[in-house]
């Protein structure tokens, strides 16, 4: 893989944030945690962060050292579980719970606030510059935990391990796939995430092309939007982009 073109980009959202998108996606009863299974997927998308060398907070490191610590108390008999003078509960969960909660509340306060705004915008004529004719899901409804678990479910599809002297061989660089991508999208024709990057053939070329999709949502050229929740992500071009 050649790194001819380095991807910088901000994650704006947080440890609490990815745990509430995997209990979320996975419909799980957040007062009933499976400890061992959202620790395992925290550390898949841990590992995306890593391959894709992706700067992340400090904090999703520490919030996996507690995942892992609390797994790690839960398999512990009762009897044998090494004190804890914070917890008030046996269940080593409960504290987890309580910050997700709070978290939440936070959250679900904001996004009404949010529609409230928007609501207060549609009682008053506004000159715009442009008219907004196609009603469209916002960029900000795709979030990059879901780009990443798109991401993810492209890797494992390739299950078989790679010859290494093929991946020394392919020359795939961020730049090429910046511009495959914006000539995909060219006609204005939504293009399908599964579509983009389940054709491709080896795990260096899926990583190179999505830092290159990451890069264009960056830069605003592409915007990402799903119909309905969890579902199918669309790549379609904005309409001011330029070329890059």
Known sequence: MDNDYKVKLDIFEGPLDLLLYLIKKDEIDIYDIPIE???????????????????????????????????????????????????????????????????????????????????????????????????????????????INAFNSALKRLNKPEDLREIFEEHFTVSDKIDLIMKMTAAGVALRFSELLNTLASRTEIVVTFLALLELVRLKQIRARQNEEFGEIELVGTENRALV
Do not use: C
């Open 37 to 147: 299974r959202i620790t395992r997927q925290y550390l898949e998308y841990l590992d995306a962060f890593k391959i894709l060398d992706l700067d992340v907070a400090g904090d999703f490191v520490v919030m996996a050292a507690n995942l892992i610590y609390i797994k790690s108390r839960s398999l512990l008999p009762k009897d044998q579980q090494p004190p804890d003078e914070a917890a008030e509960e046996d269940d080593p969960r409960w504290e987890l719970v309580r910050q997700l909660i709070e978290y939440k509340k936070f959250k679900d306060a904001a996004a009404h606030l949010q529609r409230r705004e928007l609501d207060r915008e549609g009682l008053f004529t506004r000159m715009a510059e442009k008219p907004d004719l196609v009603a469209e899901r916002p960029l900000a409804e795709v979030s990059m935990f879901d780009l």
